[in-house]
Structure formats: C-alpha cells, structure tokens
C-alpha cells in the first residue's frame, strides 16, 4: 500500500516550461526598460551641462563686454575736459581769426584791405591761404565760387580743404550753406544746370575730419543737434524731390552721392531707411565710393544680394568692387567674374555689327565699346593684383590690335588721289581740312592759289604765271612748299586757249603739275 499524503503538508506543483519563459520575458523587459531610462537621463544631464556652459560663456562673454563697455565710458568721459578744452582752443583761435578777417574790411566798400599782395593760387600753398581766408570770414557762397571753377585743381582742394575749414569757427554750418545752392534742390537755371557734385561730395568729405572728437576720432562725431537737426531736414527735402525728379532710375548719379555722403557725414542714417540707400547704391554702383558708401550705410549685411544683383546685370566689374570691400571674394571669385564680363562685351559688340540696320558707325560703336571693357578689367586685375590668376598679355595685346585698327582707319587718304568733274574730266582741288580731325597742320606760309581747271571758261581772269614753287596736298592739308624749277617755266596764257595743260612735264600722281617722288614718300 502506498503511502498517503500528510493532510498539513503543502503540496506544490512543479514549474513548467512556460511559466520559467514567462519569467524570462519579463526580466528581459525589465532590463531593457532600465537601460532605456537609464540612458534618458544621461542624454538630460548631458543636456544640462551643455546648456550650463554655454550660459556661462554667454555670461563670461557678457561680463567681458560689460567691462569694455566701462572702459569705453569711463575713456569718453575722461576725455570730455581734454575734447572741450581742445575744442574751445580752436573754437577762440577761429574767432580771433575771423575777427581779425573783419576788422580787415573797408567799411565803406565792405571789401577787404589788402594789406599784402593777392596769394598766388596756383599752388598749394596760396591754395589754402585763399580758402583760410573764405572760411575765417564764413564766406561760403565766395568759397563755393572758387572751388567750383577749379575742378581741374581736385586733389589739391582735397588735401587743403580739411586744413582751411580747421578755421572756420562753425565748419558744419560753412558747408551747409556753400552747397544750398545745388544741394537738396538745385535753385540754378536749367541752362547753367552743370554738374557740381563732385564739389559737394568734396566738402563733405573734408568735413567729416574737422568734426571728429580730437581724442575719440570718428567714435564720436562733434556735432550739434541744431546741425544734426538741419542736416535731417535737408535729407528728407531730397527724398521727397525724387518723385519731381522721375523717380530712382532718372535721379543724377552725382546727386544720390551727394545725398548719400551728406547721411555718412553728419551720422543721420535711418534703420527704416536701408531699402531706400540699397537701391541707390545699386543703381549707382559704377561710383568709386559706393562700396565704402555702402559700408557706412550699414548695408554689409545685405551685400551678398546687392552683389548678385549687380551680376544679374551684367556690372561684374562693379560686383568685384563690392566683393573685395567686404571680403565675399571666396563666394564671388573676381577672375570668372571679369571673364564673364568680358564674354558680355564681345556678345554685345558682335550683335552691333550683326544688326543691319545700324549705320558705318556701328563698326566705331563695336570697338569702343570692347575697349572699354577691356581697360575696365585691366585696371581692376592691376588694383587686385590678379596677374597670376587672369595674366593681362592676351589682354593688351588685343588692345593695342583695336588701337592700331581705329589709328589705321583715321589715316588720310593717298596724296596721289584725285576728284574728277563728271561732266568734263578735269580736276578737282582736294577736300576741305576742317573734315579731318588729326589733319597735318602745316607751320610754312600759304601756298599760292591753287589753279582752276582750265575747261570752265566762266571765270575770265586770265591765269598767272605758273609758279615755281609747286605744293602737294595731303588729306585736305597743304603741305610744305619745295622749289622745284627745272626749266623755264611757260609764258602765261588765257584759260581756255589751249586744250592740253600748259606744261611740258610729265603728269605726275594726277595733277598736271610735275612732282618730284623724294617729297611724296615724305609725307604719305
């Protein structure tokens, strides 16, 4: 008999294989589930530090800035007693001086005495005498005056002017009323309407030196809010004489760099303003002075478009400009550039020779226009020292083909060649010398009168004496005269009592006259 189980003892099944993978399973879970957190929150505290540092360079950059800030502060108002004590020293020099300048004034004439000889103004130095003298008498309208009849004297004004406004005892205001007459709104008569930008952008321009804080420099700009408010009145008169003058497009390139020079000079640059200054410096981006203008207008930011832009019209000279100011050479490599500028130029010159319906002119238009090109990108390749990507041989060598090509159509016409009347045969004298522009001038007398044809009988003088001096005539010009007598010459004869030319000698190069073929090569 078997045994029978005790009724208090416990009995358990035994495990079973599926219950031992349920176990199995749920430990896997667990585990991956862990790692999972686990990693979580090391991606978090990784997180965290990382935000944690760069807060603190932000704050440490901050402090740095902070602190410079401070310096810079506490450097402007250390320097306010040595900027005014200097600016005071010069504001009472120029008083002195244009005191001076108007106690030496005839009252009853209100001119000046001259108390020494007129400077001389023909070099620098009685250069700046003479503009020292209009600024220490705030003579601007006389200053404008002198300046603007000696453009040929640029560089000149460029260098003295700065020095002579150093005088004036309120430079600003002596600027602003020596270009008010064509500047914000030429008040000229249409018929003297001549360009005189050059002359205000000059003024500015030496202006801004003058105006500089003595210890700061162009940090800080002494100028003061009535100047600065009258300077702003000024810029918006001449923003809203665009509509009257046809808008961008039709607006004088010399008057948008003027407008924009007087808003770098007195510092009156608006933020809601920049599209307006994009699209002037676009459209008057061949302007030396635009890159820099722009610069200073605070369109750096927005110069890879503008540069695009440029590309887009077919100004890559321009866009190379605008690259190297503000170091886009690396996205915008100058040589494919200037490349691509010179392709556009033959294409356009092909297509004017193409065109039938252009004129003989077209050929002149043609080659012009290639030359230009040619020397605009010379000139950049020089300024940017591009010889040894773009070598300027090939260049210069075409050059001097078109050269030789336009020299060797302007040459005159053989002297041998002669004009014959159509109804009789006989001979014509050459063609005026005022048609040619590089005709030869001859420095010996005057030839003696030339003779008619002796098939008209309507002019009823009889003809003198030939003479024995014989002239050759060159492209309209006459040459000089050469004896040549190698016989008697003929007894005079009435025009018209002999069929055949009254000389014995053999015709030479078409005119009856004999001519002696040494002098012909001379001059041909």
Not at 200 to 225: F, W, Y
Not at 419 to 434: E, L
């Amino acid at each position: 008999m078997g045994s029978k189980p005790d009724p208090g003892e416990i009995t358990q099944p035994p495990p079973s294989f599926d219950e031992f993978q349920r176990q199995t399973s749920l430990m896997t879970s667990c585990t991956l589930l862990w790692k999972e957190l686990s990693d979580h929150f090391s991606s978090l505290e990784q997180d965290i530090m990382k935000k944690s540092e760069a807060l603190k360079a932000k704050f440490q950059a901050l402090t740095n800035e902070t602190q410079l800030s401070m310096r810079v502060l506490e450097n402007r108002e250390s320097s306010i007693s040595k900027s005014m004590s200097m600016a005071y020293e010069s504001l009472e020099r120029a008083t002195k001086l244009s005191v001076s300048a108007a106690l030496s004034k005839d009252p009853s004439t209100d001119k000046e005495i001259e108390s020494t000889e007129e400077p001389e103004v023909d070099n620098s130095a009685g250069v700046l005498m003479k503009l020292s003298t209009f600024c220490r008498m705030m003579a601007s309208k006389e200053c404008w005056s002198f300046v603007t009849v000696r453009k040929k004297e640029l560089e000149v004004f460029r260098s003295e002017i700065p020095k002579a406004l150093a005088d004036c005892v309120d430079p600003p205001k002596f600027v602003l009323e020596a270009i008010s007459e064509v500047f914000p709104v030429d008040k000229r008569e249409a018929s003297s309407s001549y360009d005189l930008g050059w002359a205000c952008v000059l003024l500015l321009e030496s202006l801004i030196p003058v105006m500089m804080d003595p210890v700061l420099g162009k940090e800080r700009m002494l100028v003061t809010p009535s100047i600065k408010w009258k300077a702003e009145n000024i810029a918006e008169t001449w923003k809203k004489s665009l509509e009257e003058r046809g808008g961008i497009e039709n607006t004088k390139t010399p008057d948008v760099h003027t407008f924009l020079q007087h808003l770098v000079t007195f510092g009156i640059v608006k933020e809601e303003d920049l599209g307006l200054y994009r699209k002037l410096v676009v459209a008057s981006a061949w302007r030396k002075q635009m890159p820099k203008l722009a610069v200073s207008l605070g369109l750096a930011d927005k110069m890879p478009d503008m540069i695009e832009e440029l590309i887009g019209r077919g100004q890559q000279v321009d866009a190379v400009h605008f690259s190297y100011e503000v170091g886009l050479t690396g996205k915008f490599p100058p040589v494919p550039l200037l490349k691509a500028f010179l392709k556009d130029a033959k294409k356009a010159a092909t297509s004017l020779l193409e065109d039938a319906s252009n004129s003989g002119r077209a050929v002149h238009l043609a080659a012009k226009k290639e030359q230009s090109s040619i020397r605009a990108v010379l000139k950049c390749i020089e300024e940017y020292k591009l010889e040894a990507e773009f070598p300027p041989e090939s260049l210069k060598k075409r050059l001097e083909q078109l050269e030789k090509t336009k020299i060797e159509k302007k040459k005159p016409a053989s002297p041998t060649a002669k004009r014959t009347r159509a109804s009789t045969g006989g001979f014509m004298p050459p063609a005026k010398a005022g048609r040619s522009t590089n005709a030869y001038v001859s420095s010996f007398p005057s030839p003696p009168t030339y003779i008619r044809s002796p098939s008209h009988s309507q002019y009823p003088s009889p003809v003198p004496a030939y003479p024995t001096t014989y002239t050759m005539y060159t492209h309209g010009n006459r040459s000089p005269q050469y004896p040549y007598s190698p016989e008697t010459a003929p007894p005079p004869a009435i025009i018209g009592s002999y069929p055949v030319s009254p000389m014995n000698y053999q015709a030479y190069g078409g005119y009856s006259n004999a001519m002696a073929p040494a002098y012909q090569q001379a001059y041909y």
